[in-house]
Every structure is written in structure tokens, then in C-alpha cells.
């Protein structure tokens, strides 16, 4: 096979920024991308109807001219969300889906839930109304191993919440375990993002031979057995699982420091990423299942109108960066020549 039209593919998970760095590289994503679901975790976050309005109002202005790119608002679940201006957020199709971090486990997630009782209410009126909950899974209990954060979530909070209220629509995003699919795979209305990072990283790449900073993302890569279950599950073409990016840049200063940054930036190369990890995987029939069918099914969103081709041939080459007025951004390199284009 030399070329693959697929329908124009989504991103369920994408970090956008705000100021420079938004108009720096929103249009990487909008090159390719038809929608995304914009995560909310700016300083500060995105937790009212109001910020969240704001917020597209200002992804609208920084888009490229010729662009239709959309992008699915979220907001920052707190212990303080008003439930009456979550129904109306959703009622006026301002919000797609809610986030939930837990306190502390990632960047700029301090205002998130420490106990997960006191989201209770707001949870269910999520379930009623069918406001899907997409969930960064990592416990932040410091005697948990950050290697086994994924997998003791799922067990402590994900599984008695998903008992409670079965109806709610859980999104189990970026997942990076054997556990994480083998659990969206085994229960209805759970879903589970994963991203172009995680299906080409284990473990070693960000330690091995010298600390990549630029490999380092939360939840941070697992080892080697688990990114071969994430190939296996989002080349499957099962409807669980689909693309979410994660896409989230940092300038190099931040990343490339003492404390760096985590946060993996993939939305130049990440079509032709994919294409080459389904390639390889014998999988460029269920490419398009992945990237462009089953986020808009799980979402209940009809899928996009147009279609992307990609094309086979030399290797393609993508910038080191890319620049922007908030300073420069690597771009992920996957360690692979990538023979498929976005043509
Ligand atoms: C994300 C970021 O930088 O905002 N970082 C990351 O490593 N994925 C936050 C997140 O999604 O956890
Ligand atoms: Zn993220």
C-alpha cells in the first residue's frame, strides 16, 4: 500500500496553551486535525462556563485564517464546580466533557479533587445528562511507586466510582498500562485515549544511556510489555480505544532543566507517526478506526466530513522545532525514519 485515505482524524486529548505559545502551535495541530478536545489545566485553570467561553474565544482568534478547526471545550472539575453552571455549560454545547485531575499529579493540576467524595454531586448529575468525564489516572500518594500510579487509580478510585454510577461516560485518558486497556476494554462507557508517544517510548528511552527530558511526560512511560499492550490495543480497531495526543509543549528552558517539565509535544509528526506504528504493525486498515471513527462514536459526535491522505515514500522530515513567540518547542522524534506523508 503506497497511500491511505482515511476521514479526517480528531484529537481527544490536546493541550493548547494560551498567549505566544497558543498562536506558536495551534496551527500544528489545526494543519491536520479537525477537532479537539482542549484540556483546561492553564494557570489559572478553566473552571467555569465563563473561563471556558473565554477561552475559545481566544483558540478562535489564534487560528490560522483558512482553518476550520474546532476546538471541544473542557472544564477543570474542582471541589467548588457549580453544579448549575456545568448543566449550563453543557445545555448551551459550550463544554464537551469535564476533567478530572487528582490534586498534584501533573502540571498546573493543584486546584484538582483530593477527595474524591466531595465531587460526588457533580459526578452525578454528569451521569444524568451524559457529560462524559475525561479522568487523568495517577494516584499522587507519595508511598505509590510513580510506575504503578495507573494501575493502583484504576483499583482505588476509578473502579468504585465506575460501580457507583455505571452510566457516567468515562473517558481513562492517556493510558500507558497493560492494566489501563485490559480495564477500558472490560467495561461499557469506559473509554480510553492513547497517545502517539506511548505507542513508540517504554521506559528506557527517557533513562537509558542519559535523561531525556524530552521523553519525559506524565503519566511517565512504563516498561516495554505494557507499550506492546497499548499497540495491541490501539491498533485493534476496537471501539474502546482512540487518539488522544497529549500533545503538550514546553519551552526548552523548561524541559531541558533541573525540574523539567513533563509533557511529550506530537502534533507536528503525528499522523505520520501513526501510519509508520500501524504500518509495522500490519494494522493500516484500522488507522482510521483509531484516529477518526472511534473518538466521535464515543463522544456520540458524527465523523468529519473530510477526508486525509497520506502517501508513502522517502523519509519525510520534520523541524527539531518549533518557534514561538513563548520560545522554542521540540517536537517529539520518534527514533524512526517516517516514510508516510500528510498529503
Ligand atoms: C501535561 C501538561 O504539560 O499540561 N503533561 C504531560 O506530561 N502529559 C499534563 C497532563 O496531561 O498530564
Ligand atoms: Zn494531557
Known amino acids: 500500500m503506497t497511500t491511505l485515505t482515511i476521514k479526517r482524524p ?13 498562536k506558536g502551535i495551534l496551527p500544528e495541530t489545526a494543519r491536520h486535525f479537525d477537532r479537539a478536545i482542549i484540556m483546561p489545566n492553564l494557570i489559572p485553570p478553566v473552571v467555569t462556563a465563563k473561563d471556558a467561553a473565554e477561552y475559545r474565544d481566544r483558540i478562535m482568534a ?45 502540571t498546573n493540576s493543584a486546584s484538582g479533587v483530593s477527595d474524591f467524595r466531595n465531587v460526588r454531586r457533580q ?3 454528569m451521569a444524568q445528562i451524559g457529560l462524559p468525564l475525561c479522568v ?9 511507586d510513580i510506575f504503578d500510579r495507573e494501575a493502583v487509580f484504576i483499583d482505588r478510585i476509578l473502579d468504585p466510582i465506575r460501580r457507583e454510577l455505571p452510566e457516567l461516560k468515562i473517558v481513562m485518558e492517556h ?55 497499548l499497540r495491541k490495543a490501539a491498533t485493534s480497531g476496537d471501539p474502546t480505544f482512540f487518539l488522544g495526543t497529549d500533545s503538550a509543549p514546553h519551552i526548552d528552558d523548561l524541559k531541558e532543566h533541573a525540574c523539567g517539565c513533563a509533557g511529550c509535544f506530537t502534533a507536528t509528526n503525528t499522523m505520520s507517526i501513526l501510519a509508520e506504528v500501524f504500518e509495522q504493525d500490519d494494522a493500516l486498515d484500522t488507522l482510521e478506526a483509531f484516529a477518526s471513527l472511534n473518538g466521535p462514536a464515543f463522544y456520540g459526535l ?37 516514510h508516510w506523508r500528510v498529503s
Request: hydrophobic share 35%; net charge negative.
Open 10 to 22: 480528531d484529537d481527544w486529548h490536546l493541550h493548547l496553551r494560551d498567549g505566544d505559545m497558543l
Open 62 to 106: 489564534a487560528k490560522p485564517d483558512n482553518s476550520d478547526f474546532k476546538p471541544l471545550m473542557t472544564l477543570y472539575l474542582t471541589e467548588q464546580t457549580e453544579i448549575k453552571d456545568l448543566r449550563a455549560a453543557h445545555e448551551i454545547g459550550l463544554i464537551t466533557a469535564v476533567k478530572l485531575y487528582p490534586a498534584g499529579a501533573t
Open 123 to 125: 459526578l452525578e448529575t
Open 136 to 144: 487523568h489516572g495517577e494516584v499522587t500518594d507519595p508511598d505509590i
Open 175 to 229: 493510558i500507558t498500562t497493560k492494566q489501563g486497556a485490559d480495564y477500558a476494554a472490560a467495561h461499557a462507557n469506559t473509554g480510553a485515549t492513547i497517545t502517539t508517544h506511548h505507542l513508540v517510548i517504554n521506559r528506557n528511552h527517557i533513562l537509558v544511556g542519559g535523561i531525556k527530558p524530552h521523553y519525559y511526560c506524565l503519566p511517565v512511560a512504563k516498561r516495554e510489555e505494557h507499550r506492546l499492550a
Open 302 to 338: 458524527p465523523v468529519n466530513e473530510g477526508t486525509m491522505t497520506l502517501t508513502k515514500g522517502d523519509p519525510v522530515a520534520y523541524p527539531e522545532k518549533i518557534t514561538t513567540g513563548a520560545g522554542p518547542v521540540t517536537v517529539f522524534d520518534p527514533q524512526m525514519p517516517l
